[in-house]
């Protein structure tokens, strides 16, 4: 009486298919859990994981974005174009024409129904930067828009922002408040600006080969039609609106495999040409 009984023609499922089911179950309440978290504006809740392990779990595969919903959804593309100066055979550099990675990039995963997480990258890496660079001051910008092309350039790049930043502050009238030194908005600069600089590094070098000595990345973002202009046949798309940072050295991060990426991107890239 006590033992469990099952119907006949069936059998106990075994232990590790139970812990198998369990685990699974385990695992896809956590997702779900934690996508709710960071999907959801930042409140207190998040807290209940400790240090970086909601943002070290959905970085960077299961990264998203609550905007994609109400009350302001996304509504513009950004897009990411590189050029680069390759040293030709008679030791000139030549400048090569502008490649959008970002039209490489959606080409693997429009009509996709398992796109690639590839396929998103330029998109980020622009909206990034874009975000950095319009906490900037003008004169700051103006900086950016600048040739950094030599070795340890960006020591030379935050080194010119913040020269920028304290010369404001001390130029600042007696009877104003005084200016502070935007020091955290040029250190994500100086980071976004790693981070373009070397995905763009990769672009130039899976298009035009090794002999790549600078690149340049145009970082843009056009918004959609006007909600209230989505009935008019005749409406069209705001301009763009373009950043032009000045020529940079290659950077080659540690562990970086162009090989890896130039099969794959490449590929696209001469597909997108036929």
Known sequence: ??????????????????????????????????????????????????????????????????????????????????????????????????????????????????????????????????????????????????DFAVDEWLVGLEAALENQAEAATQNADADEEPVEVNTAEIAQLVAEERRAAAYATQVARAIWGADVEEVQYRVSRQNVVPFADRHNADAERPEPSVILPGWRGPVVEEGQDDGNFAETFRKQYERNAE
Not at 20 to 25: D, E, L, M, P
């Open 1 to 146: 009486m006590g033992s469990e009984s099952f119907p006949s023609g069936t059998r106990k499922p075994k232990v590790w298919v139970r812990v198998i089911a369990f685990a699974a179950v385990l695992a896809t309440a956590w997702h779900i859990f934690a996508s709710f978290l960071w999907i959801a504006p930042p409140s207190p809740l998040r807290e209940v994981v400790p240090g970086s392990a909601l943002s070290s779990y959905m970085l960077p595969m299961f990264g998203q974005s609550w905007s994609v919903f109400a009350p302001e959804p996304i509504n513009g593309d950004f897009h990411f174009n590189v050029r680069a100066k390759v040293q030709g055979d008679d030791g000139e550099l030549r400048e090569t024409g502008w490649v959008s990675a970002t039209d490489v990039e959606l080409s693997m995963i429009r009509y996709n129904l398992t796109p690639p997480r590839g396929g998103l990258q330029s998109s980020e890496v622009a909206s990034s930067y874009k975000t950095a660079y319009d906490k900037l001051e003008q004169v700051q910008r103006t900086t950016v828009g600048g």
